[in-house]
């Protein structure tokens, strides 16, 4: 029984100390951001490699999104003799709930697992140890310009996603299944208001900022990882990264619609 | 050669450094001659390199000071460079870029300055063709010699050697020594070279130190340190010295 105590007290006390670090560590990078020199270049090249890399697979996902929203959309509300509402219910589903969380989850899976094996090799390979030498603040050079440009590639690539998935709810319903177009876009349009949209991209910016510090700190840590070191840290690293990215996308989803409905 | 009697640029006391249970360095105290290029001998877990990141400030000792010329650790970081076992140059920037890097994030000189700054240390260390070539492109010897740029473009007073002969040939383990005498030479650094390579070393070095158990065993000069009778000192081989010019 003790041994059990035991091991949750410092289970708990280790959870505590590891958020602790992490909000350390986010509002240090934060901190640094005045004193970065070239960040300005550091931040294209962080836009780019969360933006840009993104827009395939987030423009995929969102066309098959919205495809299906669609279809099972309209096969729902028919039974209910609401086919009309098609275009209600694919947009609000995509700007409320679908577009914010399935846009991060696509933008961890792909820049956000790259960002924490990039800083993970980093780490194994002494170069953050190298800045340090160098003078350099590695958390500025490093991290700063990436959660700096998840503030913006964030919600663009959720208003893309919602776009996309849009047309996708349209090719579906109504070229597919003949809802009239007039009926779907009118549906569209009187459905989402402004506070839908200030939701959405509430969500977007706190998911990217949430997400890509995640990703950051994994990578930053991979020396710390306990009984695995060289690749195969950076591969728990990355592993890591996107599992407590995606689960933090979710509670985040959880709490902010809480709030907001 | 240098003499002892020159003003230290580093001065260590009492460095104690543990993790966990495990004392890795007891009570290290060590004197670094401004100029001098000084060798640390040690076996392999005695805490060389854990000393090297204490002076280099990427481990906070448990215990003791480092003074550089009477400042802080913090006076360190900002004037000495390391140059790390495996290098450490970023992977992803061409020799020119891992060259420019420290003087486009430490100093606020103009893009134009930097170019000619990196362009003159990678010209001074033969690897001016290479500039926009990536670290994987180029050989070991060429990337140790991109890190020496790298580690002297800013100039520093000292550099800090973690290996820098670790897996290489004979030759080449002379050619990195020779490399850092002539650098020394030319850029006017002051030198605190971690090693295994004990001749090559003796032959190089001002002085040598030998860390033991935690502890500075032997410091002197390399010929002293080949005609010493202890047999700690005399178990690192048959130390002949072959002492450079000048």
Redesign the interface.
Known sequence: MMRLLQAVGQSSLATVAGFGDFAMFVSQAVAAAPTTRRLGQRWIRAVHEQGVRCVFVVTIVALFTGLVLGLQGYYVLARFGSAGALGTFVSLTLTRELAPVLGALMIVGQAGSAIAAEIGIHRNSEQIDALTTMGIDPLGYLITPRLLAALIVFPILTMAFTLVGLAGGYLSGSLLLGLDSGVYWSGVHFAVRFADVRECLLKALVFGVVTIAICCHSGFTTHLRAGVSGSQAVSVSTTRAVVLASIATLAVDYLITSFLV | MIRTTLPPILEVHGLRKQFGNHVVLASVSLLVPRGSIVSVFGRSGTGKSVLL?CL???LKPDAGEVCFENGSVDVV??R???L?Q?N????SLTAFENVA??L???TRLGRREIAQVARNALKSLGLDKFAEHFPAQMSGGMQKRLALA?ALV?QPELVLFDEPTAGLDPPARNAVFEMIVQYRRQFDFTAVVVTHDVPEALAASDRVALLEEGRIHFEGTPTEFAASGDCIVRSFGDNKVTLRNG
């Not at chain 2, 450490?88 to 992977?91: C, E, S, T, V």
């Open positions: 990141k280099a400030g990427l970081r900002r000495c460079s390391y790390f495996a450490a140059l970023f992977d890097l420290p486009e994030q430490t790298r800013t």
